[in-house]
């Protein structure tokens, strides 16, 4: 996964992948271990490279994929040389990785909170003008957060032949994981992780013209996603509409989820996976791909 699986901002011990494997451990004799292997940033052909150069060898139960829409459905990456890089554990575009002096900006990016503050440009404050990544309500949003959505609502386009085929290298790069993993007979799971623009009715009218409401389908595209990757044989975790249920503020002003909505995904993730993690003769192997 992403920085949703990371758990970007949020201690790591609430975190979905962390408090899951506290739901398994509580529940079973057997000892789980869940293994966050997400990385900020990353998009659907890098957990595909992952897997391949280190994830299998971990051995696993299962495999699960958070698949975050709002930029992981319309990728394109499909070699390394279009991805990310970092400088001095930074990540950073490739185009400016080679720019001048990038070692030393990055130096003094890490070192000094002025050199943050002036790069950062303050657009991570609030409303009221406080910097921070929480809100006083859901409503409470920062400059930063609304232009960011505006970016993404194209993402929530009616459905089109064109989305279908723009999202088709994605649906790839997780049937490449399947494909492997079908040859150790090791379930793989997508999880759909939502935008919270198609949760908060209230950003939707900050976000989204009257007059253009009618071009957006707010279930998309999760409503499209799960019809191809039923197509690949791939089991999806939609937490959509578990979301638009709750009706607690789950989302930070840096798109991800609070500690609560990390709580909730795992809840979810766990009643969804259990029976797959079960074995009818006990002996560790999920009996619907035992033998």
């Not at 079908?182 to 009715?201: A, F, G, M, R």
Request: charged letters at 25%.
């Amino acid at each position: 996964g992403d920085s949703f699986t990371v758990g970007h901002n949020v201690p790591q011990e609430t975190t979905y992948p962390q408090i899951l494997e506290g739901f398994l451990n509580k529940q079973s004799n057997k000892k789980y271990e869940v293994v966050n292997t997400g990385v900020g940033g990353w998009e659907p052909f890098q957990y595909a490279q992952y897997y391949f150069h280190y994830g299998n060898h971990l051995n696993p139960e299962l495999i699960l994929i958070g698949f975050f829409v709002g930029n992981d459905t319309y990728n394109q990456y499909t070699e390394v040389s279009q991805t990310m890089t970092a400088v001095n554990g930074r990540l950073l575009l490739r185009e400016k990785a080679e720019s001048r002096f990038i070692k030393l900006k990055v130096f003094f990016y890490e070192k000094l909170h002025l050199a943050r503050l002036i790069l950062n440009k303050r657009i991570l404050t609030t409303s009221n003008n406080e910097k921070r990544f929480t809100r006083k309500d859901c409503e409470d949003f920062s400059k930063f957060y609304i232009w960011l959505q505006r970016v993404r609502v194209k993402n929530h386009l009616k459905r089109r032949m064109h989305l279908y085929n723009r999202a088709k290298n994605s649906i790839f790069q997780i049937s490449r994981i399947k494909r492997d993993a079908d040859y150790s007979s090791i379930p793989v799971v997508v999880i759909l992780i939502p935008d919270e623009l198609q949760i908060n009715t209230a950003l939707q009218k900050v976000v989204v013209d009257d007059d253009k409401r009618n071009r957006y389908d707010f279930k998309m595209p999760q409503s499209m996603l799960v019809q191809m990757f039923q197509d690949i044989d791939v089991d999806v975790i939609d937490l959509l509409p578990a979301f638009i249920k709750d009706t607690r503020c789950l989302y930070l002003n840096d798109t991800h989820w609070t500690s609560e909505g990390h709580k909730l995904a795992a809840s979810i993730i766990y009643k969804e996976i259990s029976d797959c993690l079960s074995a009818a003769n006990n002996d560790g192997i999920a009996h619907t791909y035992d033998n």
